[in-house]
Structures are given as C-alpha cells and as structure tokens.
C-alpha cells in the first residue's frame, strides 16, 4: 500500500463545473495535510493546506479532512481551463518526519 | 532575488558519468530536499536536509550523494548514473516542514537524461 494514493486521472469536467480530487494516506498519526499544484512543465505550488477536520475554503478552492477515514480531498468550482493541471496530495508523516506526495491526478477542464 | 536556483536545467550524460546538480537559496530556511518525479510515481523524496551538516536519506537515496556545509547550498551528487536516473530533479526548501505553514518553494527542477 502506497502511503498517499490518488487516482492519476485524467478527470475531465466542463468549464464552470466543481471538480472534486481525493486522495487517501496510511499514516494515521498524519498531521497536516496539503495540496499542490503542478502545470506541465512547472514546478508544484502550494495552493492548500489543511490541519483540523473539516472543510477549509481559500475563493473557489475547498479542502476536506477526515482523518478518520484517512481521506482529503480539494474542490474546485466554477472550475476554469487554467485549473488544467497535476494536483499532487502530500501528506507531513510525523512517522517519517517529511513530507510525502502522492502520483497526482491530472485535471482537464473543458471551454 | 529571492528565490531558489537549481542548475543545470538539463542535462544529458552517459552511464557511469559523476553528474552533480546544484540547488541554491536565498531565504536561509533551514530545511532543503530533493525529490525526484517520475511518470506514475509523484515526487519522491532523495535526501533532505535539517540544517547545514545535517542530512538524511528519503524514500529513493541508493545510488545519491549529498552535502550541505553552508545553508543556501545543497548539491546533489549521482556518483555514477544509471538510466534509471533519468528523472526529473526538483531541490525544495522550507522553514519548518510539514507545520505551520509547511509551504515548501520549489526550483524549477534539472531534467537529467542518462544515456
């Protein structure tokens, strides 16, 4: 079992519409909780962060935390073609003391 | 300015061949890794580094050397490449990892092809 999965896509939706991206992680004693954004050919960006469960909203971008089930996930609304990326999940493993990305799920928004 | 500078951007080299990336910063955060991306993988961390004199291996470390004996430096060694080292190379820094704003900075990434 990976320590951060994400289902690599690609997940296409129409411009306008909410784009949901989940991922899950092995390491219950995970902390904080962030999500990146890559362009082709770019490096990643910090676009989220969340530490308590729950929903945190930055404008169009919400995470959710459950860490529970041992999920988080980002929505994207009113999503645009420049949200067309790779969303890399990453995980702080109090464990393993470092940060651990998932492969990513590629995202295509469509005029 | 600020920021965080890796070198080369790309390189080509031969099996066998010491190749050595470079990563610099200008924030003076404690914490530098490097990760490697590969298709189907994501990042995956090589080494990171605490401070300067400070390092540890990652998840992938076999076949990677590295050094930091000043803080805004930390060089990647590949004391003899194998093409699956092939891999695009991104050195990150951050003040504190994985707390408070666990923001990681990123350079633009060494795309290294080994023949």
């Known amino acids: 079992q990976k320590e951060v999965e994400q289902n690599s896509g690609p997940l296409s939706v129409p411009e306008g519409a909410i784009a949901s991206l989940n991922c899950t992680y092995s390491?219950?004693?995970?902390?904080?909780f962030f999500w990146y954004r890559q362009y082709s050919g770019k490096s990643p960006e910090l676009i989220m962060s969340?530490?308590?469960?729950g929903d945190k909203e930055d404008g169009r971008f919400t995470a959710q935390l459950n860490k529970a089930s041992q999920y988080v996930s980002l929505l994207i609304r009113d999503s645009q073609p420049s949200d067309s990326a790779t969303y890399l999940c990453?995980?702080?493993?109090?464990?393993?003391?470092?940060?651990?990305f998932g492969a990513g799920t590629r995202l295509a928004v469509h005029p | 300015d600020a920021g965080i500078t890796q070198s080369p951007r790309y390189k080509i080299t031969e099996t066998g061949r010491q190749v050595t990336l470079m990563c610099h910063q200008t924030?003076?955060?404690?914490?530098m890794f490097w990760y490697r991306q590969d298709l189907g993988h994501g990042l995956r961390l090589i080494y990171y580094?605490?401070?300067?004199?400070i390092t540890d291996k990652g998840e992938v470390p076999d076949g990677y050397v590295v050094s930091r004996s000043k803080t805004e430096n930390f060089p990647l060694t590949l004391e003899s490449a194998t093409r699956s080292q092939t891999s695009v190379y991104f050195c990150?820094?951050?003040?504190?990892?994985?707390w408070g704003s666990g923001e990681l900075f990123f350079g633009e990434g060494s795309r290294l092809t080994v023949l």
């Open positions: 990150a820094s951050s003040e504190v990892p994985g």
């Open positions: 390491d219950r004693g995970s902390q904080s």
């Open positions: 969340i530490y308590s469960n």
């Open positions: 990453a995980v702080f493993s109090g464990g393993y003391n470092k940060l651990i």
């Open positions: 924030w003076s955060h404690s914490y």
């Open positions: 580094s605490a401070a300067a004199d």
